[in-house]
Protein backbone atom coordinates (compact mmCIF):
# COMPACT_ATOMS: atom_id res chain seq x y z
CA UNK A 1 0.00 0.00 0.00
CA UNK A 2 1.55 3.01 -0.60
CA UNK A 3 0.87 6.61 1.47
CA UNK A 4 0.97 9.95 0.40
CA UNK A 5 3.05 11.08 3.24
CA UNK A 6 6.00 13.56 3.23
CA UNK A 7 8.99 11.28 3.84
CA UNK A 8 10.69 14.04 6.23
CA UNK A 9 7.23 13.53 8.16
CA UNK A 10 8.03 9.71 9.21
CA UNK A 11 11.89 8.89 8.63
CA UNK A 12 15.08 10.41 9.52
CA UNK A 13 15.30 12.19 5.82
CA UNK A 14 17.81 9.82 4.63
CA UNK A 15 17.68 6.91 1.94
CA UNK A 16 19.70 4.07 2.36
CA UNK A 17 21.35 1.40 0.52
CA UNK A 18 21.65 -2.08 1.44
CA UNK A 19 25.35 -1.30 2.50
CA UNK A 20 24.72 1.34 4.66
CA UNK A 21 24.51 1.21 8.00
CA UNK A 22 20.81 2.22 9.45
CA UNK A 23 19.72 2.53 13.02
CA UNK A 24 16.87 -0.10 12.86
CA UNK A 25 18.64 -2.83 14.99
CA UNK A 26 16.05 -3.54 18.11
CA UNK A 27 18.07 -6.34 19.72
CA UNK A 28 16.13 -9.37 18.66
CA UNK A 29 12.53 -6.89 20.02
CA UNK A 30 13.42 -8.66 23.53
CA UNK A 31 9.73 -8.80 25.24
CA UNK A 32 8.31 -6.47 22.46
CA UNK A 33 6.00 -7.83 20.03
CA UNK A 34 3.35 -4.14 19.32
CA UNK A 35 3.90 -4.20 15.53
CA UNK A 36 2.65 -7.88 15.44
CA UNK A 37 -0.95 -7.26 16.93
CA UNK A 38 -3.30 -4.37 15.79
CA UNK A 39 -1.78 -3.88 12.49
CA UNK A 40 -5.45 -4.05 10.74
CA UNK A 41 -4.68 -5.51 7.28
CA UNK A 42 -1.59 -3.39 6.77
CA UNK A 43 0.46 -6.15 6.51
CA UNK A 44 -0.18 -7.29 3.20
CA UNK A 45 1.75 -10.53 0.97
CA UNK A 46 3.19 -10.89 -2.11
CA UNK A 47 3.72 -13.78 -4.10
CA UNK A 48 6.96 -14.42 -2.51
CA UNK A 49 5.11 -14.29 0.93
CA UNK A 50 2.62 -16.61 0.32
CA UNK A 51 4.77 -19.36 -1.36
CA UNK A 52 7.68 -19.24 1.50
CA UNK A 53 4.52 -19.80 3.74
CA UNK A 54 2.77 -22.52 1.90
CA UNK A 55 5.75 -24.30 1.64
CA UNK A 56 7.45 -23.79 4.61
CA UNK A 57 3.92 -24.69 6.27
CA UNK A 58 3.32 -27.47 3.84
CA UNK A 59 -0.47 -26.19 3.18
CA UNK A 60 -2.24 -25.49 0.44
CA UNK A 61 -3.45 -21.60 0.37
CA UNK A 62 -7.14 -22.76 1.45
CA UNK A 63 -5.98 -24.08 4.68
CA UNK A 64 -3.86 -20.43 5.05
CA UNK A 65 -7.08 -18.56 4.10
CA UNK A 66 -9.11 -20.03 6.45
CA UNK A 67 -7.94 -18.88 9.81
CA UNK A 68 -4.25 -17.09 9.14
CA UNK A 69 -4.65 -14.54 6.39
CA UNK A 70 -7.45 -13.13 4.82
CA UNK A 71 -8.38 -11.29 1.57
CA UNK A 72 -9.14 -7.31 0.56
CA UNK A 73 -9.45 -5.13 -2.05
CA UNK A 74 -6.92 -2.47 -2.19
CA UNK A 75 -7.35 0.00 -4.75
CA UNK A 76 -9.73 -1.77 -6.57
CA UNK A 77 -7.21 -5.01 -6.16
CA UNK A 78 -7.36 -8.20 -4.47
CA UNK A 79 -4.57 -8.75 -1.89
CA UNK A 80 -3.77 -11.19 0.93
CA UNK A 81 -2.92 -9.89 4.13
CA UNK A 82 -2.30 -11.56 7.72
CA UNK A 83 -4.92 -11.37 10.11
CA UNK A 84 -5.39 -10.10 13.38
CA UNK A 85 -7.09 -11.70 15.50
CA UNK A 86 -9.16 -11.73 19.13
CA UNK A 87 -9.49 -8.59 20.93
CA UNK A 88 -5.77 -7.17 21.45
CA UNK A 89 -5.98 -8.10 17.83
CA UNK A 90 -2.68 -10.27 17.37
CA UNK A 91 -1.34 -11.77 14.39
CA UNK A 92 -2.22 -15.37 13.55
CA UNK A 93 1.27 -16.06 13.46
CA UNK A 94 2.38 -14.72 17.38
CA UNK A 95 3.06 -17.44 19.47
CA UNK A 96 2.22 -17.73 23.44
CA UNK A 97 5.57 -16.50 24.31
CA UNK A 98 5.02 -13.14 21.96
CA UNK A 99 7.42 -14.64 19.89
CA UNK A 100 7.11 -14.61 15.53
CA UNK A 101 6.48 -18.35 15.06
CA UNK A 102 7.05 -18.04 11.62
CA UNK A 103 10.65 -16.43 12.04
CA UNK A 104 12.80 -18.23 9.33
CA UNK A 105 10.21 -17.27 6.86
CA UNK A 106 8.30 -14.24 7.65
CA UNK A 107 6.86 -12.32 5.32
CA UNK A 108 8.57 -9.17 3.79
CA UNK A 109 6.69 -6.50 5.50
CA UNK A 110 7.84 -8.10 8.43
CA UNK A 111 11.54 -8.65 7.34
CA UNK A 112 11.91 -4.84 6.98
CA UNK A 113 9.86 -3.14 9.75
CA UNK A 114 10.97 -0.62 11.06
CA UNK A 115 12.29 0.35 7.73
CA UNK A 116 9.93 0.79 4.39
CA UNK A 117 10.64 1.42 0.82
CA UNK A 118 10.82 4.23 -1.39
CA UNK A 119 10.21 4.18 -5.01
CA UNK A 120 10.91 5.84 -8.06
CA UNK A 121 12.11 6.08 -11.22
CA UNK A 122 11.61 2.01 -11.83
CA UNK A 123 13.70 1.08 -8.36
CA UNK A 124 13.68 1.60 -4.52
CA UNK A 125 15.75 3.12 -1.38
CA UNK A 126 15.05 2.05 1.58
CA UNK A 127 14.27 4.33 4.48
CA UNK A 128 13.81 4.11 8.49
CA UNK A 129 10.33 4.93 9.61
CA UNK A 130 10.99 6.91 13.22
CA UNK A 131 7.75 6.78 14.43
CA UNK A 132 7.04 3.05 14.30
CA UNK A 133 9.19 0.32 16.58
CA UNK A 134 8.59 1.54 19.95
CA UNK A 135 11.97 0.17 21.40
CA UNK A 136 14.14 3.21 22.58
CA UNK A 137 18.15 2.92 22.06
CA UNK A 138 18.12 0.70 18.69
CA UNK A 139 21.43 0.46 17.23
CA UNK A 140 22.90 0.58 14.02
CA UNK A 141 22.80 -2.54 11.67
CA UNK A 142 23.76 -2.90 7.53
CA UNK A 143 20.39 -2.89 5.78
CA UNK A 144 21.11 -6.33 3.76
CA UNK A 145 22.04 -7.88 7.34
CA UNK A 146 18.76 -6.04 9.03
CA UNK A 147 16.34 -7.50 5.69
CA UNK A 148 18.01 -10.89 5.95
CA UNK A 149 16.80 -12.10 2.70
CA UNK A 150 18.14 -14.44 -0.04
CA UNK A 151 18.96 -14.02 -3.24
CA UNK A 152 18.84 -10.30 -2.66
CA UNK A 153 19.44 -9.31 -5.77
CA UNK A 154 16.64 -11.38 -7.54
CA UNK A 155 14.32 -10.07 -4.60
CA UNK A 156 14.80 -6.41 -5.47
CA UNK A 157 14.13 -7.01 -8.75
CA UNK A 158 10.62 -8.77 -7.73
CA UNK A 159 9.91 -6.38 -5.60
CA UNK A 160 10.30 -4.04 -8.16
CA UNK A 161 8.27 -5.85 -10.76
CA UNK A 162 5.58 -6.35 -8.34
CA UNK A 163 5.20 -2.95 -7.11
CA UNK A 164 5.23 -1.60 -10.44
CA UNK A 165 2.79 -4.06 -11.69
CA UNK A 166 0.18 -3.46 -9.35
CA UNK A 167 0.60 -0.03 -9.85
CA UNK A 168 -0.12 -0.03 -13.48
CA UNK A 169 -3.02 -2.42 -12.44
CA UNK A 170 -4.29 -0.10 -9.82
CA UNK A 171 -4.16 2.84 -12.10
CA UNK A 172 -6.16 0.90 -15.25
CA UNK A 173 -9.01 -0.30 -12.54
CA UNK A 174 -9.53 3.50 -11.87
CA UNK A 175 -10.73 4.21 -15.09
CA UNK A 176 -13.16 1.41 -15.11
CA UNK A 177 -16.74 1.44 -14.03
CA UNK A 178 -17.07 -2.43 -15.25
CA UNK A 179 -17.88 -4.10 -12.35
CA UNK A 180 -17.56 -7.93 -13.83
CA UNK A 181 -14.53 -7.28 -15.89
CA UNK A 182 -12.88 -5.87 -12.18
CA UNK A 183 -14.33 -9.34 -10.61
CA UNK A 184 -12.97 -11.69 -13.13
CA UNK A 185 -9.48 -9.56 -13.50
CA UNK A 186 -9.09 -9.71 -9.87
CA UNK A 187 -10.20 -13.27 -9.89
CA UNK A 188 -6.92 -14.23 -12.66
CA UNK A 189 -4.62 -11.99 -10.08
CA UNK A 190 -5.46 -14.38 -7.11
CA UNK A 191 -5.35 -17.61 -8.81
CA UNK A 192 -2.43 -16.68 -11.44
CA UNK A 193 0.03 -15.32 -8.21
CA UNK A 194 -1.66 -16.91 -5.39
CA UNK A 195 -3.56 -20.22 -5.73
CA UNK A 196 -1.47 -21.77 -8.64
CA UNK A 197 0.65 -24.02 -6.70
CA UNK A 198 4.30 -22.88 -7.54
CA UNK A 199 7.08 -25.80 -7.92
CA UNK A 200 9.36 -25.95 -4.91
CA UNK A 201 11.97 -27.99 -7.35
CA UNK A 202 12.00 -24.54 -9.45
CA UNK A 203 12.99 -21.06 -8.77
CA UNK A 204 10.27 -19.02 -7.59
CA UNK A 205 11.55 -16.30 -9.51
CA UNK A 206 11.80 -17.62 -12.61
CA UNK A 207 8.22 -19.16 -12.61
CA UNK A 208 7.49 -15.76 -11.24
CA UNK A 209 8.36 -13.88 -14.61
CA UNK A 210 6.64 -16.20 -16.55
CA UNK A 211 3.33 -15.60 -14.24
CA UNK A 212 3.88 -11.83 -14.69
CA UNK A 213 4.54 -12.25 -18.33
CA UNK A 214 1.14 -13.90 -18.50
CA UNK A 215 -0.61 -11.31 -16.45
CA UNK A 216 0.84 -8.79 -18.92
CA UNK A 217 -0.31 -10.22 -21.57
CA UNK A 218 -4.27 -10.91 -20.22
CA UNK A 219 -4.43 -7.14 -18.66
CA UNK A 220 -3.15 -5.99 -22.41
CA UNK A 221 -6.43 -8.22 -23.61
CA UNK A 222 -8.53 -7.13 -21.36
CA UNK A 223 -8.46 -3.78 -19.84
S1 LIG B 1 7.92 -2.53 17.67
FE1 LIG B 1 10.15 -2.75 17.31
S2 LIG B 1 10.91 -3.82 19.12
FE2 LIG B 1 8.69 -4.08 19.14
S3 LIG B 1 8.35 -6.02 18.06
FE3 LIG B 1 8.24 -4.42 16.52
S4 LIG B 1 10.32 -4.27 15.67
FE4 LIG B 1 10.46 -5.38 17.61
S1 LIG C 1 4.42 -12.84 10.83
FE1 LIG C 1 5.67 -12.81 12.64
S2 LIG C 1 6.81 -10.88 12.54
FE2 LIG C 1 5.11 -10.71 11.13
S3 LIG C 1 3.46 -9.74 12.27
FE3 LIG C 1 3.18 -11.96 12.45
S4 LIG C 1 4.22 -12.57 14.34
FE4 LIG C 1 4.95 -10.52 13.77
Redesign the pocket.
Known amino acids: MERNVSLNEISDGKLYDLNDLVKAD ?1 NE ?1 KG ?5 QGMGNSIMLDPLDIYRLLINLNITFAELIADKIELNIVDGIIMPNLKMNGLSERCSFLNEEGRCGIHAFRPGICRL ?2 LGRYYENHAFKYFLQVHE ?3 QNKTKIKVRKWIDTPDLKKNEQFVIDWHYFLQELQNLVKGTQDEKLMKDMNMYILKNFYITPYDAKIDFYLQFNERLGSAKEYVAENL
Open positions: CCCFACCFPCKK
